[in-house]
């Protein structure tokens, strides 16, 4: 199939199937249909349409409602540890925090499916899969909550997530809480989706929503409690308080970038522009949807709300880090990677001694630093 026929058919895909689930999202936004309270729409990415059956649906439904409530009134059990006035603060249809800055985007359930999301490059977060790719944490943890709270005051540079920093401290933390409401919620969702879909079990609603909190639930909010303990704690920056100092920090992070086993060159490119020999670059959210053939991506492309995107190298000539510019975004950055994508975690984490020491990174930092064609900051020496 030619590539720019295999393309529109992609884009026809996408718009005929889910012209009517935008329109609902617009309605939703606009506060129109309020006849009846809305709910969650059920997560059905990557499946093929009645893969699961009406029955199902309901069972999925139900047993979340009973867990973890609707999106007007969210609720969690006992123990999870989620604060549920800070949720109910976020929610609803009229005053709800998360419905005015952040359904248009993210969508209801905060799978990244808003009525903008098509037009966006890179899509917004999907939370309902569990993986965050800012976090200042080790290994695969999920996020710490200030993790959250940075990206919402800071936004994401070249991308649309805007900078909330205008919002109130208790506006910042209630959407921070529904945002880790929505990464449980979805996480037990798939439970679910795998359980009684995909291993087609039978069990009445009391006993699955019994096993969904046993199994499902608390498991994952137990790592939402844990990713408090992983927060990495750089060690002091090297002194780079003299033009000789900096040249020599530079010039260790050089030697330090092109280590085969950093893979740093595959992606950014030996001159840091983003030309590396990796041209066919996908993030977790996407891989799924890329086929062998195009033939193969474009039949898979109706089983997904948007289209298949690729992802772009950081072109660190441009100065401009998603993740953050501070100094410690950087270190965060290289030292635990960017989770859901490529960009693997180079620092020692639990179990494994990293391909970089936490001070050697530093020396890495000032390397791509070098790249900017911005003015270098000169830091003291401690």
Known sequence: MDIRHSSFVIRH?????HSSFLLACLLISAGCGRSS?????????????????????????????????????????????????????????????FRRHCVKCHGLSGGGTG???????????????????????????????????????????????PSFARLPNEHIDALVEYVGYLSIRGETELYLLQLIVDEDEYLPVHELTALALDEGLRPVAGLWVEARTMVVVPPPEPPTDTPERLAASIEKGRRL?????????????????????EDELYDDWNKPKKGVTPQQTGELAGRYMRPIQRLRPRNFCEGIFRGGNRPIDLYWRIHVGIKGTPMPAVGPAPG???????????????????????????HPAP
């Open 352 to 378: 494994t001694d990293g391909v970089y020491r936490p001070e050697e990174v530093w020396h890495v930092i000032n390397y791509i630093r070098s790249f900017s064609s911005k003015p270098q900051a000169v």
């Open 257 to 277: 970038y092109a280590e085969k086993d950093a893979q740093c060159v595959k992606c950014p490119g030996p001159d840091g522009n983003g030309d590396g020999e």
């Open 115 to 161: 009525p903008a999301a098509g037009m966006l490059n890179p899509y917004p977060r999907d939370f309902r899969t569990g993986p965050f790719k800012y976090t200042s944490t080790a290994g695969g943890a999920k996020p710490s909550l200030d993790d959250l709270r940075r990206t919402l005051r800071t936004g994401v540079p070249d991308t649309a997530m």
């Open 13 to 17: 895909s996408f718009v005929i199937r």
């Open 37 to 97: 309270a809305p709910r969650f729409p059920l997560n059905t990415e990557g499946r093929k349409p009645g893969d699961i059956s009406e029955a199902q649906g309901r069972a999925i439904d139900e047993t979340l409602v009973k867990l973890l409530g609707t999106p007007d009134e969210p609720n969690v059990p006992e123990g999870v540890g989620f604060d549920v006035e800070l949720l109910r603060a976020s929610a609803g249809s009229r005053l709800g925090l």
